[in-house]
C-alpha cells in the first residue's frame, strides 16, 4: 500500500469523484427521458459496478471469501441498496436530479438518529446544531416557502426513502459489516441489487429499453461514470486522512452544475444558497463525528 497523498491532491481526486456520481444522475435523466425505465437503469449501473470491483479486487488479490455468519446480513444490505437505488432514480426521473440528490443527502442526518436510537452514539450539541442547518438549507432549496412543493412531493418523498434505505446499509457498514472488505461489500451489495432488481423488473415488465441512441448513450454513460467512480474513490480513501473526506459532498454543487449545463434544469438563486447551506451542514455533520 502506498502512502498518504496530500491533503491537497487527495480533495482533487475526491472532487472528481464526487463529480463522476453526478454526472451518472444527469446521464440517467437523459437515458430515463429517452425510453429506458428506472428499473434498467439500476439494473445497468449495479450489474457494470459489480463486474468491475469483481475485477478489480481479482487484480489486487483480495480474497472473495465471506465468513457464513455475514451472508444472510451482507444479503439484506444488498436489498437495502436495491431499494435506494430504484428510489434515487425515481426520484431523478422525476424532479430536478440536484434536488433529488440533496433530499438524498439527508442520509448521514438519518443515520446519525438511527445510531442514537441504537445506542451506538450519544447526542452532542454540535451535530443537533448541524442538523438543524441543514434542514433549513433543504427548505430553501425545496422551495417550501414559495408554496411549489406540492409539484415536487412525490419525487421528494422516493428520495427520502432512498435515503432512510441507506442510512440503514451506512449504519451495517459501520457495525455488524465492517470487517468486510470495502470492496467485497460494494460488489456483493451490487450484485445483489442486479439480480433482484432485474427478477422483479421482469416479472412486472419494468424493463423498458431506450428508444434511441441517445438513451443507449444515457445508459452506458451512467454506468460509466458511476465504475469509475466507485473504483476511483477504493483505491483513493485509504490514502487518504479522514477530513479531506468531506470534499465528497461537492456531489450535489457538481449535479446543479451538470444538470444546468446538459438538461437545462435551472433552480432559483435562493435554491442555489439552501443547496449551499445543506451541502455545508453536512460536511459540518461529517466533521464532527470524527
Not at 447526542?123 to 427548505?139: I, S, Y
Not at 451506512?170 to 445483489?192: E, F, I, P
Not at 437545462?264 to 438563486?269: C, E, I, L, S
Not at 444558497?273 to 464532527?288: N, P
Request: with cysteine.
Amino acid at each position: 500500500m502506498q502512502g498518504k497523498v496530500t491533503p491537497g491532491t487527495g480533495i482533487v481526486i475526491l472532487l472528481g469523484v464526487a463529480t463522476a456520481f453526478a454526472a451518472n444522475h444527469v446521464a440517467a435523466r437523459i437515458a430515463f427521458d429517452h425510453g429506458a425505465s428506472v428499473a434498467t437503469g439500476v439494473v445497468a449501473r449495479a450489474a457494470g459496478t459489480a463486474l468491475v470491483l469483481l475485477l478489480l479486487m481479482k487484480i489486487q488479490r483480495v480474497t472473495l471469501f465471506l465468513p457464513r455468519e455475514l451472508r444472510g446480513r451482507l444479503f439484506l444490505a444488498g436489498v437495502l441498496v436495491a431499494v435506494q437505488s430504484y428510489c434515487l432514480y425515481s426520484a431523478v426521473a422525476l424532479i430536478p436530479a440536484a434536488l433529488a440528490l440533496l433530499v438524498f443527502q439527508t442520509c448521514p442526518m438519518l443515520y446519525v438518529l438511527l445510531s442514537w436510537a441504537m445506542g451506538k452514539e450519544a447526542p452532542r450539541p454540535v451535530t443537533f446544531a448541524a442538523m438543524l442547518l441543514a434542514l433549513a438549507g433543504l427548505a430553501l432549496a425545496l422551495d417550501v416557502r414559495a408554496g411549489k412543493f406540492s409539484e415536487i412531493a412525490v419525487g421528494v418523498a422516493w428520495a427520502f426513502a432512498g435515503a432512510v434505505s441507506f442510512a440503514f446499509v451506512y449504519y451495517m457498514n459501520s457495525h455488524s459489516l465492517k470487517n468486510v472488505d470495502g470492496r467485497l461489500r460494494t460488489c456483493v451489495m451490487t450484485a445483489v441489487t442486479a439480480v433482484l432488481v432485474f427478477g422483479g423488473g421482469g416479472v412486472a415488465g419494468a424493463l423498458a429499453l431506450p428508444g434511441d441512441l441517445i438513451g443507449w448513450s444515457g445508459i452506458a454513460l451512467l454506468t460509466i461514470f458511476y465504475c469509475i467512480a466507485m473504483s476511483s474513490l477504493f483505491f483513493v480513501l485509504p490514502r487518504l486522512s479522514a477530513s479531506s473526506t468531506a470534499a465528497l459532498n461537492f456531489e450535489p454543487i457538481a449535479l446543479l452544475a451538470l444538470a444546468w449545463i446538459f438538461l437545462g434544469q435551472a433552480v432559483t438563486p435562493l435554491q442555489i444558497i439552501g443547496a449551499f447551506v445543506t451541502v455545508c451542514a453536512i460536511a459540518w455533520l461529517g466533521v464532527s463525528k470524527k
